[in-house]
């Protein structure tokens, strides 16, 4: 939220709660005191839904539900009950008590309407898109973000274009190899397969600017990033693509289904720390999401150009602008549950990552309300086929 539409929003707050209080003090000195309170609330519900839409900026992905007028007055039926409740359990009704209720509502129409937001986010996002079929010359690229990795790297890229090959002519997919500026012969290790274009950047980036660097030099019309440790094997890439194909804009891994998850010592150390980064980022993101963190991430070509030729962040969280901005284009996600391969180590470093995450929470709230990630300055995705989605 803008702090212009923030200012906006505690006004009109602050005056439906004026309203709310004031109807009640002057109508109780003639009605029961539920009476009085009743209209009181309708009159501060009116008074707040109208403020808001004329006043506060609808397009804010954290105001959706200021556009659906029945999502709005089931949150003020809820609070209104509540604020009925509370003031009855005082035997002098007097404007304290009924200041109590109005602080009491208040905390019920927060949760409610975070809940809210978490069903229109999700409603958004639950079928396919179907838009029209990009136009890419390949079917499929996966980007491999790579940082000191040179003495697993070509197994790594034999393993993935053996099982690809499988499935898809080899001519019809890319592998990129993204060296992270290593400094160790990443690259080529990678280019000496010869089976893998490597990009090698100039300095080390973190992983987020891998992996857009991958993103935006691939080719093909569903590009799927994973780890170089291959904790996600190829099958799973092919399932990725397969959702794309399907027409979800986007289709990410999720870890968090212990019928499809081994774990090692690494994998719970990731395990622990994905979950943790997924409380820190219902602050920011919209849908309850199983998993952010996962090391393996699909989308449509035109949809991956949109997102990452606006996305800034280099780091870890990475993965939670991404996740901002899909929900904030209304683009369509599907969370798939992964098979987890041991691995020898892990990258996670809880105290720093955490510390880092918060920063960049900061960070994409700020970029948000000053409207860096306005799609007015994007080109338009094709629009979606409803009438083919189910």
């Known amino acids: 939220m803008s702090p212009r539409s923030l200012r906006f929003f505690i006004l009109v707050a602050l005056l439906a709660?004026?309203?709310?209080l004031g109807t009640y003090l002057i109508l109780s000195t003639s009605f029961r005191w539920w009476a009085a309170d009743v209209a009181a609330l309708s009159a501060a519900a009116v008074v707040g839904i109208s403020a808001h839409r004329r006043f506060t900026l609808r397009d804010d992905p954290n105001l959706r539900w200021i556009q659906r007028p029945s999502a709005f007055i089931s949150s003020s039926v809820l609070a209104g009950l509540v604020d009925l409740g509370v003031l009855g359990l005082f035997d002098d009704r007097n404007w304290l008590a009924k200041a109590v209720a109005i602080a009491a509502a208040a905390c019920v129409r927060a949760v409610s309407n975070r809940w809210i937001l978490f069903s229109i986010v999700r409603g958004e996002q639950e079928q396919p898109a179907r838009r029209a079929a990009p136009t890419d010359p390949l079917r499929l690229s996966v980007v491999v973000p790579a940082y000191r990795e040179q003495e697993r790297i070509a197994g790594t890229v034999e393993r993935l274009h053996t099982h690809l090959a499988r499935i898809l002519p080899a001519t019809?997919?890319?592998i990129l190899v993204v060296d992270d500026g290593s400094g160790d012969g990443t690259a080529d290790a990678a280019d000496a397969t010869g089976l893998a274009r490597a990009i090698e950047l100039p300095e080390n980036l973190g992983k987020g600017g891998a992996v857009r660097a991958g993103m935006l030099a691939a080719n093909g019309r569903s590009r799927v990033f994973l780890d170089a440790d291959l904790a996600y094997g190829p099958p799973e890439v092919i399932r990725i693509m397969g959702e794309l194909e399907d027409g979800w804009d986007v289709a990410v891994g999720s870890r968090h289904d212990s019928r499809l998850m081994t774990h090692t010592g690494a994998g719970?150390?990731?395990d622990i720390g994905g979950r943790l980064v997924n409380l820190a980022t219902m602050v920011l993101l919209?849908?309850?999401?199983?998993?952010?963190?996962?090391?393996?991430?699909?989308?449509?070509?035109d949809v991956a150009e949109l997102v990452f030729s606006s996305s800034r962040l280099n780091g870890f969280s990475f993965d939670i602008e991404i996740f901002h901005l899909v929900e904030r284009w209304r683009l369509t996600l599907i969370e798939v549950p992964m098979t987890i391969a041991e691995t020898e180590r892990s990258t996670v470093k809880i105290f720093s990552?955490?510390?880092e995450l918060f920063a960049?929470?900061?960070r994409i709230r700020r970029w948000?309300?000053?409207g860096e990630?306005?799609?007015?300055k994007l080109p338009a995705l094709p629009a979606p086929n409803t009438a083919e989605a189910h």
């Open 17 to 20: 709660t004026a309203v709310d």
């Open 172 to 174: 019809d997919f890319e």
């Open 268 to 270: 719970l150390v990731r």
């Open 286 to 301: 919209l849908g309850q999401y199983r998993d952010t963190q996962a090391g393996i991430k699909g989308f449509r070509s």
């Open 353 to 355: 990552d955490t510390a």
């Open 360 to 362: 960049d929470l900061g």
């Open 368 to 370: 948000s309300a000053r």
């Open 373 to 376: 990630y306005s799609e007015d």
